[in-house]
């Protein structure tokens, strides 16, 4: 099951972004590619190297009218501002975004949709509505998981959370 939702969500993520920019550019000609920015917040864990790794895969393999640019905030809310910014200038017809932080990177993504560029976010979300949403419910997912983990202890032991990189929003 793990590796059909990995197969399946690079698929997915290029199939939305195809569509969207595809329904929205009414004028594209047959040599005019479609250009789709993915402003990745970090590089710095595998998880998120291999998400970039199978959308550029799977865009190579499936969209030769694609033009996927990746860029890496490097962990920096400001610097992913930035990348989103060079994005815009460079003509994206699509905004693929994981950000950083919710707070700071509203603005940007605001401005975007205000440049009538459709916006996908991905994992993380931002303040203001966008055109598309990929991702887990994390709240239902760490409700469910207490739960188990009371019913498991039965009221005896203790519990220690371990939190990885986390970003407040």
């Given amino acids: 099951m793990h ?4 197969l399946i969500r690079p698929g997915l993520v290029l199939f939305c972004l195809a569509f969207f920019a595809l329904t929205s550019i009414p004028r594209l000609t047959a040599e005019d590619k479609i ?13 998120r190297v291999a998400m970039v790794d199978g959308n550029k895969k799977y865009a190579a393999e499936h ?11 490097q962990n920096s809310a400001t610097k992913q501002v930035s990348d989103v910014e060079s994005l815009m200038t460079r003509g994206i017809k699509v905004l693929v975004i994981s950000p950083l932080q919710a707070q700071a990177l509203t603005p940007i993504v605001k401005q975007v949709i205000d440049a009538k560029i459709p916006v996908v976010t991905l994992d993380r979300e931002v303040n ?4 598309c ?3 887990a419910e994390n709240k239902p997912i760490g409700e469910n998981a207490g739960k188990l983990i009371v019913e498991k202890l039965s ?14 929003t």
Avoid at 128 to 131: A, E, Y
Avoid at 155 to 168: P, T
Wanted: hydrophobic share 40%; net charge neutral.
């Fill in 3 to 6: 590796k059909a939702i990995r």
């Fill in 35 to 47: 250009v789709i920015g993915l402003s990745q917040a970090t590089m710095n864990h595998p998880w």
């Fill in 63 to 73: 969209y030769p009218d694609v033009d996927l640019i990746v860029t890496d905030g």
């Fill in 128 to 131: 203001t509505n966008v055109t």
């Fill in 133 to 135: 949403r990929i991702g």
């Fill in 155 to 168: 009221g005896k032991g203790n519990i220690v959370e371990i939190q990885g990189m986390w970003i407040s």
